[in-house]
């Protein structure tokens, strides 16, 4: 069965250093998104993207953060700068388009600790 | 803007029992809504999805409704197993046709 799929599971990184989160969606998929849930809170919206460009964003979603698609399966997530608050799960989600493709499939997260 | 709710925040049941996990959201105009599975430290994992012009969907053992002109969906788990303690997570798409998730209900199902 296709599935989202995230590396890494787990990353470590010094406060101020940057990280490149990855994804790649469903191969027939055209919307894609990243999620993050801080540990114990809500699961919150970060970014959007379709047709190759950003659909929309959170307040969350400042110039710290990034997204791009660079071959056409990847989908990454890029946070420069990053800050003790940052740490908390990532998710990367993807669904093949509107109505009979709304059904939204998530990646297994990855877990950001910034130390 | 789109504030989802979820009642009980936990629940714990024995095995066998049949339950009801409840969902509410403050802006009916949503694209549809879906049910989510996290276990600890994991993924989501979709369970239902329900457009927006239809009243329920079921699949194996779990029932969800949706009552979009007050705001409610509801998820039933027949004969709840063990295996069935997750947390469970519903999210409403908005017509930006991004998630707007509730904080979830914490479910144990003790043997």
């Known amino acids: 069965e296709p599935e989202v799929t995230q590396t890494p599971s787990h990353q470590v990184t010094q406060m101020g250093q940057e990280v490149i989160l990855r994804c790649v969606p469903i191969s027939n998929h055209l919307y894609f998104y990243w999620y993050r849930q801080i540990l114990g809170q809500k699961v919150e919206f970060l970014v959007s993207?379709?047709?190759?460009?950003?659909?929309?964003k959170s307040e969350i979603f400042d110039d710290q953060f990034s997204v791009e698609r660079p071959d056409g399966s990847n989908f990454t997530l890029k946070i420069r700068s990053t800050k003790l608050e940052d740490s908390a799960m990532y998710f990367c989600?993807?669904?093949?388009?509107?109505?009979?493709?709304?059904?939204?499939?998530f990646g297994q997260g990855t877990r950001l600790t910034v130390v | 803007k789109q504030e989802v709710t979820q009642i009980p925040a936990a629940l714990s049941v024995p095995e066998g029992e049949n339950l009801v996990l409840n969902c509410s959201f403050t802006?009916?105009?949503?694209?549809?809504l879906q049910w989510f599975r996290q276990d600890p430290g994991k993924g989501l994992t979709s369970l239902l999805l329900?457009?927006?012009?239809?009243r329920e969907q079921t699949s194996g053992r779990l029932n969800a409704s949706l009552d979009k002109s007050s705001g409610r969906s509801t998820l039933y788990i027949a004969a709840s197993q063990p295996g069935d303690s997750a947390t469970y997570l519903c999210?409403?798409?908005?017509?930006?046709?991004?998630?707007?998730f509730g904080p979830g209900t914490r479910l144990s199902v003790l043997p």
């Open positions: 999210a409403v798409m908005d017509y930006g046709q991004n998630f707007v």
């Open positions: 993207f379709y047709n190759n460009e950003i659909s929309e």
């Open positions: 329900i457009q927006s012009s239809q």
């Open positions: 802006d009916s105009a949503i694209y549809n």
């Open positions: 989600a993807s669904r093949r388009g509107q109505v009979d493709g709304a059904e939204a499939f």
